[in-house]
């Protein structure tokens, strides 16, 4: 697990590395940078990440297009897909980016007017957002308030993308999108966080809402881009890794707690999420939780 960094100079302020508090939406990063010309990136990312070009202009390119850019627009980064994009050799741009995770990400960018063959969109107006960073580099000790204030910030920032792609829709100045009814995967996350403890497998979850697994796979795969096992999974790890941080269970407590008889199944599950066992996992965040509150 990389450990959190703050930086802050004169033309580049970043907040990173942070923990992933909620496997439906979290934000990992977030910055604003003035850049030197030919400022550039070319590679892959994990996580979804929005930059707001603030002034100048560059050009970003992404499924084998290319689309130059400047002050009012906004362009999308998407998880293991490569892409470069590089500033202006005379007006080399200024961007603030947020990125997160999260199983709701991808429907969330939707309704923002998102799409994999449109990564690039008109942003809101400038106070809207720059706002919305402005009080998220006011909140950046790790404390547990403040993840709780950056969490309802993304919100924020977010619905502000959302309410400006359905006003341009009604100005009839960007075409609506569809989207697929996911009453099913509702249900299914409704049980889940009632069971979850018990055991349930994905085929008890199927014949609770009377569908079939494959069925039920699809639309998890359809509205969330992942299948049901990985969700049933990775529900079960955050519940564990909350148990870990806020409670004296043991590990075999916890364990059960969340569904596992066997501790050692546990274990491996927990490390193959967050990378490292539960115990280290604890001691971990208790040093980090001790070392903010010092003075």
Known sequence: MDTVKYTNSVDFKCLENLRETSMELSMVHM?????????AFSGVRSEYIIHFILSGHGFYSANGNTWPLGPGQMFLIVPDEPIVYCTDKYKPWTYAWIGFKGLRADTILKHCGFSKNRLVLPAPAIDDYVNCFDALFEHISLSFSNELYR???????????SDHHTHLVLDGRQEQISYGDNAYVNLAIDYINEMYMQGISVSDIADHIRITRSHLN?????????????????????????????????????????????????????????GMSPKIYRNYTDKLETRNQRP
Not at 31 to 39: Q, V
Not at 151 to 161: D, H, N, Q, T, V
Not at 246 to 273: H, P
């Open 218 to 274: 699809h639309v998890f795969q359809k509205e969330l881009n992942i299948s049901v096992q990985k969700f049933l999974i990775d529900f079960r790890m955050h519940k564990a890794a909350n148990f870990l941080v806020s409670t004296a269970m043991s590990i075999k407590e916890i364990s059960n707690a969340v569904g596992y008889r066997d501790q050692l199944v546990f274990s491996k599950a927990f490390k193959n999420k967050f």
């Open 151 to 161: 969490e309802s910030i993304l919100l924020k920032l977010l619905a502000i993308l």
């Open 31 to 39: 910055g604003r940078e003035e850049c030197k010309p030919y400022h």
